[in-house]
């Protein structure tokens, strides 16, 4: 990338009113802001797909999650992927399998790049199966862009922070099990990750309350070898958690009921 076209790129990160969380600061956080991704997201603010971007809202370890606005001041996240800090190994247990994914590369950039398809395209498996998630806007390089789930620039809590305070713990752990349950029957999918903190908790704590599965790249399908194993996992974790809230959660019968065996 020339000079100019990075001169270019960082006039683009002002109007997005970045300026004010700083353009030097982001190029220090090379493992996030590397010159390619900044050229992406000049063409995306280019195609009005984004049209400011705000602050960080979640560090991971792969990725760091961003708001930003969309089209008609629409509420954003958006998902960078790091590129040199990965934790590729992990990324290729979960793609190896997934016959979406047979002939990826194996480099880091490729594994980046299809893990962030493949975030995206679970996602709008689960949505179309009926799982509240984020919508899926759009996935390029190592970027996500999807629907934002909070209030004032402030992301909707996990439930980790939040559990212990809802009204009703049992209807909660209800709907997540009916999530579960779509994602498996419907979507033909695992979540392959999911616990208390990769749940967010919509609506407050009261009646309104309802959970959002995020975080779903390592997402498998069904012919994953792994399959059955991470789905066990997850219902381990799921009843594990809701047991310390005194919920009554068998992992057998909720596992028997997520396969539709009774």
């Not at 790129?9 to 010159?35: A, N, P, Q, Y």
């Not at 991704?37 to 999650?65: C, D, F, P």
């Not at 209807?171 to 999530?179: A, N, P, Q, R, T």
């Amino acid at each position: 990338m020339t000079d100019k076209l990075l001169r270019k790129i960082e006039e683009e990160i002002s109007r997005l009113h970045m300026k004010e969380h700083g353009v030097e600061e982001l190029k220090v956080e090379e493992d996030v802001f590397d010159k390619p991704t900044l050229e992406t997201l000049y063409k995306l603010a280019n195609r009005g797909v984004i049209t400011a971007m705000g602050g960080s809202i979640s560090t991971g370890k792969e990725a760091n999650v961003f708001y930003a606005l969309g089209e008609d001041k629409r509420e954003l996240a958006i998902k960078i992927y790091r590129i040199t800090t990965s934790n590729f190994k992990a990324m290729s247990d979960y793609l190896i399998g997934d016959p979406r994914f047979a002939n990826i590369k194996q480099s880091k950039k490729s594994i980046v790049f299809e893990w962030t398809k493949k975030e995206f395209k679970n996602l709008v498996r689960a949505r179309d199966a009926g799982v509240r998630v984020p919508e899926p806007i759009l996935s390029e390089r190592n970027i996500l862009i999807m629907e934002f789930i909070g209030e004032h620039e402030q992301h909707a809590p996990r439930l980790k922070d939040v559990g212990r305070d809802l009204e009703d713990a049992a209807s909660f752990f209800e709907v997540v099990i009916d999530y579960t349950t779509k994602l498996y029957q419907n979507a033909s999918l695992v979540h392959a990750d999911l616990s208390e903190f990769n749940i967010l908790v919509e609506g407050g704590s009261g009646d309104e309350a309802r959970p959002v599965f995020i975080d779903i790249g390592q997402g498998v399908t069904l012919d994953h070898p792994n399959a059955e194993e991470f789905l066990s996992r997850d219902i381990h974790n799921i009843c594990r958690y809701f047991s310390k809230l005194g919920i009554d959660a068998s992992e057998e019968d909720v596992l028997a009921s997520v396969k539709g065996l009774v």
